[in-house]
């Protein structure tokens, strides 16, 4: 999915209405592989960190000390984090801005820090986790947008920044949302593991209602947003009531009623459906746009 929105907001976004863009198609790919890599990387310590809650809350899914053993999992750990970061160090040499190389290094420590600490922690790490996969997002536009900002091009460019911050922004609701709903089906293994997530700390129940509550926040700023800047465009606004709005009024409804593991399973699912589709929202600027 990472690769797919930096895709689709360099060539369904920036390039078909003339944003001044920094990276060429090399560039792109250069970005995307150092993303993915270093995304692969936080999974494979996040496994390598959850091998004692998997045990309970997936057993039939684990891969580390499984399929693959704990020094293999610890040596592709080091491997797809230097490589993300080398290329990180490269992509930033080919456009002249060396001191982007530290969101690397930033992101790389933040991803290994949530695995082995933040992650026990009572909402940072569901905060952290949920901003590192916005960030994922927002690099396109620090690194295509930022370093060919001039006076004459600023209010277009901006223009174009603020949209991607928009999904990023979408992106960390959503991840937020789904990381709780996560943490309420997984409270078994975590609870075993003297993890202090939300529904550990106030319970399952109180966690199921705060996390009903917060749908609404995320919900009502996507209605509120398809009200005021597409409601001429029939095709955007069919495609967030059918792919977006409808599965999120779905997703609310089904954590009013949610009771077993299966349940907060299927939300979390669902959360991650509704974040594809709302990205793939993207395809549409050209109608949006351009009628």
Do not use: W
Request: charged share 10%; aromatic share 12%.
């Amino acid at each position: 999915m990472i690769a797919l929105v930096q895709l689709l907001i360099k060539y369904a976004l920036l390039e078909p209405f003339g944003a001044q863009t920094s990276l060429n198609s090399a560039g792109i790919f250069l970005l995307i592989i150092a993303t993915t890599c270093i995304a692969a990387a936080g999974n494979i310590i996040n496994d390598i960190n959850d091998i004692q809650t998997d045990l309970i809350n997936k057993p039939d899914k684990i891969i580390v000390g499984h399929s693959i053993s704990l020094k293999t999992a610890y040596n592709l750990y080091i491997v797809f984090t230097s490589f993300g970061v080398i290329i990180g160090f490269l992509l930033t040499k080919l456009i002249n801005q060396s001191s982007f190389f530290i969101l690397f290094v930033v992101i790389s420590a933040l991803l290994y820090v949530y695995a082995t600490q933040l992650k026990r922690t009572f909402l940072i790490g569901n905060i952290v986790i949920s901003f590192l996969v916005g960030s994922s997002i927002l690099i396109v536009g620090v690194f295509e947008l930022l370093p060919n900002i001039t006076a004459l091009n600023r209010a277009t460019q901006i223009v174009f920044f603020k949209t991607i911050f928009d999904y990023g922004v979408f992106a960390f609701a959503l991840t937020l949302l789904r990381e709780i709903a996560k943490d309420i089906e997984d409270i078994d293994g975590d609870y075993n593991a003297n993890m202090n997530t939300l529904p550990i700390v106030i319970g399952r129940a109180r966690a199921k209602h705060v996390l009903s509550v917060l749908n609404f926040f995320p919900l009502g700023a996507i209605i509120l947003y398809t009200i005021l800047n597409l409601y001429k465009q029939p095709i955007a606004v069919l495609y967030f009531l059918l792919l977006v709005i409808g599965p999120f009024i779905y997703i609310s409804v089904k954590t009013f009623s949610a009771k077993s593991k299966k349940d907060f399973h299927a939300i979390s699912n669902l959360y991650k459906l509704v974040m594809l589709f709302g990205m793939l929202s993207l395809l549409l600027y050209k109608y949006v746009i351009l009628n």
